[in-house]
């Protein structure tokens, strides 16, 4: 078991500062879990780590996309495991650092998506026939295919 130290919270809650300073004393290197960060060009809109501070502690998944480049959940689980083995491998700590709570948790949980792309195509189909129908008629149709998850929703649950 890889032991890791994670600092989560809100922006601007002072996250940033106090990885920096657990993850020298503990001779640590972060791994950013916010779903903003992983971009590009953003770093004031995502309270991007400066490159001064990237210069004194080492930081992973921070601007490694461009802005146009989808990235999920499941991608994140999957890079921030990596990650954390190979940082654990030069006997550094992974220090998670982040605010976006689906990231965290799922990582934490040890979730385990299923490699499955989202068929576009099929979901925009969908999404028009609900705007041509309405919602009532979608979720009747939900029903007769899958009661439980058609309980759990309403009839202007679009998204679902």
Not at 57 to 62: A, E, G, Q, R, T
Request: no cysteine; hydrophobic share 40%.
């Amino acid at each position: 078991m890889i032991k890791a130290i994670f600092i989560v919270g809100p922006t601007a809650s002072g996250k940033t500062k106090a990885s920096m300073e657990i993850a020298k004393l503990f001779g640590g290197e972060i791994i950013s879990a916010d779903s903003m960060q992983i971009y590009k060009g953003f770093p004031i809109a995502s309270a991007a780590p400066s490159d001064e501070e990237k210069k004194q502690v080492p930081h992973h998944l921070v601007e490694i996309l461009e802005p146009t480049e989808k990235f999920s959940v499941a991608d994140f689980v999957s890079l921030a495991g990596r990650t954390i083995k190979e940082v654990h491998s030069r006997g550094k700590i992974p220090v998670i650092v982040g605010g976006t709570g689906l990231y965290i948790n799922s990582l934490i949980d040890g979730i385990v998506f299923n490699s499955e792309k989202t068929d576009e195509t099929l979901r925009e189909n969908i999404e028009a026939e609900f705007d041509r129908l309405g919602g009532e008629i979608m979720l009747k149709r939900l029903y007769e295919i899958d009661k439980e998850t058609a309980s759990k929703l309403s009839v202007s649950d679009k998204r679902r």
